[in-house]
Structures are given as structure tokens and as C-alpha cells.
């Protein structure tokens, strides 16, 4: 099991099947948590399935403890895998568990889940049971976490029509569906899983699915305490099967904690912090609040899961206290940053090899497209707080071939741009690949998402989709933005000082916690994403008022400071600026 667990071939087979597996910790909490269920269970026997189950390391625990209290011989156990490698790892974990019936399937469980075929006799309780058939009353599983570009869309798509899901739907959604099918209701699930469902437009599908088939009980958000070696942040989901969808929302009682480090400055000196020796020992002490590790400082918050009228939307995880705090910002705020403004990605060529270059002057001269269509392109590298400094041009440029002709955008005739055309035909093969631009009726040397050539010109904040700190910038020059950036310009007849309160606004440490509270979509390394449907619901205030006045001159200051100084991000107004936006939105300075 070593090689498996350990080996560097093991890297890729593992991102292939999905498998990082459980760190003895964590599967010990998540069977602590199921095993006073099984032990309340009035069912004989109870029947237990791991559907992705590799060596069985999430079993044992569970046995282990079912062990303790006496009722190992009452219970049933069934895991699943593909891989034959897991094989001797299970039979020693398992082995000491001599009592129990138990039965490893070989086999790909979101097939057999589908379709219960070959493999029956499998799936069936010992006791004969015809109502026991298929069905489990627990539920223990980390399933694989495979990224939809591994997967395929084609697989995605597939998976998606076969469990009932629609939108952009992950493996382990998928997994979601088919364990609880085979469910018992009544029974329990406890899951680990990617915590991305929980606030992305993608889970929608699953998280009204689990709201229509569970009570759920718990959702702990592991955050970035790097539990795992996986790309993705992890939490753990569990719930009780419902008999039936409720009639109408029926409240949750869920609780949440969510874990997520902690950086501030003045960490080494704070006395607020208590001492655990993990991550999951935190979680068990379940308290609110600072927690110092041997990896720093972990911040613990915990309340009751907010899951709205409509459980498809984003599950809220605050506390009572962060939910009053949301609640001041948004009754304060005067509308939206989309009321007044729209917010969208950049450009995206789907060959930027071709497109985008920063030695277009090293080419022979026959084919260095001509200036006019050559564009300073700002991409994620440019990205600092507040502007551009004047004496720094974007790295790269980009070969921009669309413009307006009586207000529609086109491709431009290639004819008038005899280089620019020689460069292009000789990447022609290359852009004719893109078949998807073809078939939509465009042409070949077309960038994909060109955007609105007319747009490039307006005042714009520019902010990278990914950045630890809000680095929104202004931009005056009409550069083109790259697809890893976004761009916010001003709807039509809105004064063009209100960009400065919008500037002011999403770079404030108000914001930042709004940010997190509100969409709770962090990543590794304190890391944010900043995209469209967060940047677009931020809070903006009354732009008439004095302290909006106030935020539009600070930001207009600290813009023409940072462009003439080539000042650091950190300009010495930052802290004035914050205790004016937390005035605007009727807050004191330490709220
Ligand atoms: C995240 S690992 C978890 C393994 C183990 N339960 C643990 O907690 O350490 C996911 C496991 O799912 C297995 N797997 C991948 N695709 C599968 C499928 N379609 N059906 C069942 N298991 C699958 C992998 O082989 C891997 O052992």
C-alpha cells in the first residue's frame, strides 16, 4: 500500500482515479461522528458501504470503534473500488475484523449504482431481506476528486443525464446522487467531499438535491488547512436520508464550522489563541476561535448552516455574528457595483500562442502585423493595487483583429493588414484547430471572446480572477484586459467620478471580509477568487453622500500617487480610507 499511497508514478495515477486518500485524523472524526449512528440503529443488521473505499482506511476506523461497543457482529460491510491495487491494503485492514461479513466489489460503483447489474448477489443482504436490498443505513465515503478537464466533458455530460444533475457537474456529485439511491431512509451519510458545492455555480444541482434528501446535520469547511495534498479544499457533509422530499423547506438544524488560516501581523504576540494539536482535534473542540497549531494559526468559526428558500443558491456558512454584520453592510448600502456598473471577464483568444507575445519585434518583417492592430494587453502580471505606474507598459501584447463598424463589432478584412494576414496564415493550421469558432459561423483567425473593441477605451478597474489581496486598478490608457483579469466599466449616463468609489470601495479591508463572509470561496494560501458574480453583488453606497465624496477624492489621490511614485500597493492613506468606507456603511472603525 506504500506505493500506493506514496510513489511518484502514483501522482498521475492518482489525479486519474481520483485518489487522495484520508488522513488517519479525519477518518477518525468522520467515524466517531457515524458510529454513535450506527449504534442507535435499530436496523439488524446494519449495513455499511464505503462506495470508494480503496484500502479501507474510513472502514477500519468506523469497525474499529463499532468494535468497541459490542456490535461488530451485528453489522454488514461493502466497500467498492476499481482499482486492484487497493486489494491487499483491504484485506489488511479488514483481516482484523474477523466477525464481520464483508465484501469488497471491484468494480466502478457509478456504473453499478446505475444500473445493479452483474454484480447483485453482491449488493444483497445476507438476512435475505427483500426490503433490505440495496439498501445501506451507512454511508462512509471520501470519493475521488477528478477535475472536469481530466474527466471530459463528454464523461461530465453522461454523468450528469444518468444521476438527474444539470450545469457543470463534478465526479463526486455524481457519487452524492448514487450512494444516497441506494440508501435506506433513515440511514446516515458522512462524506468528505470538495467544498466547492457549497459555493459555487456549479453545486447548485447537488446542493438542492441534498437539501431534498437529507436532514443535514453537520457541514464542517476545511478550508485551507492543507489536510490533504489535493487541489481542492475539502469538507465533510453529513445527513439523514429523508422517507420523502419535505412538502416546503423545512429549517435546517445543520450546524457548520468552517477552519481557514489565520495571517495577521501581530499573530506571534496575540494571547487570544489556543494551543491543539490538529486541525481535527480543533474541530472536535468545536469553540469559536483562534487556534494555534504546529502550522500556524487556524480560526475557527461555527454556527447554523443559512440554507435559503431556494436551496440551490449558495449555502450561507456565518455565524450569528457574521450574519449581523452582512446584514448591516447590506441594509446600509445605497444598491449594487452591477446597478452602476458591468462587470465582466477578459478577453479569451483559445490560442495564445498565436495571439499573445511580448517579442512580436523579433519576427522577420513580412509578417510583424502592423502597429494599429498590435494592443497593449493587461494580464494578471500587471495586477497591483490601484493603477499602473506611469512608467509601466503591460508586459504583453496582443494581436487584436476585431473592430467596431457602425456600431458592430466584426473581424477586421485581413486584406488591409498584408503582414498581420502572413502571420496569421502561418499559424492557420494551427487556428483552424478551434472548430467550435468555425462552426459558429466565424472566422478562422478570430479571437474566440474578443469582447467590445469600443469598451477597450472607457475608464475601467481592472482586478486579477485570482489574487490573495484585492488588487483592483485603474485603467485610463484603453488597454485590452487578458482573460485571468476582469473589468469593471460604468453603465451608461453614470458620472464617470463614481469608478473611483467603485475603486475605493473593492479595494477596502470592508470588502475583503464581505467578499469572504458572502461567497466563502477561498483557496490554498489565503488565496481569493474575484470573479463576475462576486464583484458584481459588492455593496455600493449612496454616491451623493459626504463620505462617498470623501472615497472618490482619497481614491483619486492614491491613484495619482501610486502612478507617479510607482508607490508599493500598501499607500500610507489605505488605513483612513478604511475607517471611511466602514463610516459609509454606518460601522465604527473596529466593527
Ligand atoms: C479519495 S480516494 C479514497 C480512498 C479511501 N476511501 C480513503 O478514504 O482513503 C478515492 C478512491 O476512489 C477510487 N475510485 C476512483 N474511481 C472510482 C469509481 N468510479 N468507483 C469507485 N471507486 C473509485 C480510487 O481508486 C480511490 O481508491
Redo the contacts with the bound molecule.
Keep these: 500500500m506504500k506505493s500506493l499511497r506514496m510513489s511518484k508514478t502514483g501522482t498521475t495515477r492518482r489525479k486519474i ?6 488522513p488517519r485524523p479525519l ?1 477518525d472524526f468522520l467515524a466517531d461522528r457515524l458510529a454513535c449512528k450506527a449504534r442507535d440503529s435499530h436496523q439488524t443488521p446494519v449495513r455499511i458501504l ?9 472502514l477500519e476506523s468506523l469497525l474499529t470503534r463499532l468494535q468497541d461497543s459490542g456490535i461488530l457482529h451485528h453489522c454488514e460491510v461493502v466497500g ?4 486492484p491495487l ?1 486489494l491487499p491494503g483491504w484485506e489488511r485492514r479488514m483481516g482484523r475484523f474477523g466477525e464481520v461479513h464483508r465484501q469488497l466489489v471491484r ?5 453499478i449504482a446505475a444500473t445493479r447489474r452483474g454484480e447483485t448477489e453482491l449488493w444483497q443482504s445476507r438476512s435475505g431481506d427483500p426490503t433490505l436490498e440495496h439498501a445501506f443505513d451507512i454511508v462512509i ?5 477528478v477535475r472536469t478537464q481530466l474527466l471530459g466533458a463528454k464523461k461530465a455530460q453522461q454523468l450528469a443525464v444518468r444521476y438527474g444533475l444539470t450545469g457543470r457537474i463534478d ?1 463526486y456529485h455524481a457519487f452524492l446522487v448514487g450512494a444516497t439511491e441506494i440508501m435506506r431512509a433513515g440511514g446516515y451519510m458522512g462524506i ?1 467531499t470538495s467544498n466547492r458545492f457549497l459555493s459555487t455555480a456549479g453545486g447548485s444541482a447537488i446542493r438542492g438535491y441534498l437539501a431534498r434528501n437529507y436532514e443535514i446535520e453537520e457541514v464542517i469547511d476545511l478550508g485551507d488547512t492543507k489536510l490533504f495534498d489535493a487541489a481542492v479544499l475539502p469538507a465533510i457533509f453529513i445527513g439523514r436520508r429523508r422517507q420523502e422530499a419535505p412538502m416546503r423547506r423545512a429549517r435546517t438544524r445543520a450546524q457548520f464550522i468552517k477552519v481557514y488560516s489565520h495571517r495577521d501581523r501581530g499573530a506571534k504576540t496575540r494571547d487570544d489563541t489556543r494551543p491543539t494539536t490538529g486541525i481535527m482535534e480543533m474541530v472536535k473542540d468545536g469553540k469559536p476561535g483562534l487556534y494555534r497549531t504546529s502550522h500556524g494559526l487556524f480560526n475557527l468559526t461555527s454556527g447554523e448552516l443559512i440554507i435559503g428558500r431556494d436551496p440551490t443558491k449558495i449555502w450561507s456558512l456565518t455565524s450569528r455574528e457574521e450574519a449581523a454584520w452582512l446584514r448591516r453592510v447590506r441594509d446600509a448600502a445605497f444598491g449594487l457595483f452591477e446597478d452602476v456598473a458591468v462587470v465582466r471577464v477578459g478577453i479569451k483568444t483559445t490560442a495564445d500562442d498565436v495571439f499573445i507575445r511580448s517579442d512580436w519585434n523579433t519576427l522577420p518583417p513580412k509578417i510583424r502585423p502592423e502597429p494599429e492592430l498590435l494592443r497593449d494587453l493587461l494580464t494578471h502580471e500587471d495586477a497591483r493595487r490601484w493603477t499602473v505606474p506611469g512608467t509601466a507598459h503591460p508586459s504583453a501584447l496582443v494581436l487584436y483583429p476585431h473592430e467596431v463598424s457602425r456600431g458592430r463589432r466584426r473581424p477586421v478584412d485581413l486584406e488591409r493588414y498584408p503582414r498581420a494576414k502572413a502571420y496569421l496564415e502561418s499559424n492557420r493550421k494551427r487556428l483552424q484547430r478551434r472548430e467550435y469558432v468555425l462552426n459558429a459561423g466565424r472566422r478562422w483567425y478570430e479571437i474566440w471572446v474578443p469582447q467590445n473593441p469600443d469598451a477597450w477605451a472607457a475608464p475601467k478597474i481592472v482586478f486579477p480572477d485570482i489574487s490573495p489581496s484585492p488588487r483592483f486598478y485603474l485603467d485610463l490608457e484603453g488597454y485590452v484586459v487578458n482573460g485571468d483579469c476582469y473589468w469593471i466599466t460604468l453603465r451608461p449616463g453614470v458620472p464617470r467620478n463614481i469608478i473611483y468609489l467603485l475603486l475605493a470601495l473593492a479595494n477596502s479591508s470592508l470588502m475583503t471580509r464581505f467578499h469572504d463572509l458572502a461567497f466563502n470561496n477561498k483557496l490554498y494560501s489565503a488565496r481569493r477568487r474575484y470573479i463576475t458574480q462576486y464583484v458584481a453583488k459588492y455593496p455600493c453606497s449612496d454616491p451623493g453622500s459626504p463620505h462617498s465624496q470623501k472615497l472618490i477624492a482619497l481614491a483619486r489621490q492614491m491613484v495619482r500617487e501610486t502612478k507617479r511614485d510607482d508607490q508599493s500597493e500598501d499607500h500610507p492613506l489605505h488605513a483612513e480610507l478604511d475607517v471611511v468606507v466602514q463610516r459609509t456603511f454606518g460601522l465604527e472603525p473596529a466593527e
Design positions: 482515479m481520483g485518489a487522495h486518500y484520508t477518518a464505503d462506495p470508494a473505499c480503496g484500502d479501507g482506511i474510513l467498492v473500488d476499481p482499482d487497493v468494480g466502478d460503483f457509478l456504473d465515503a471520501n470519493p475521488p476528486y465526479l468528505i
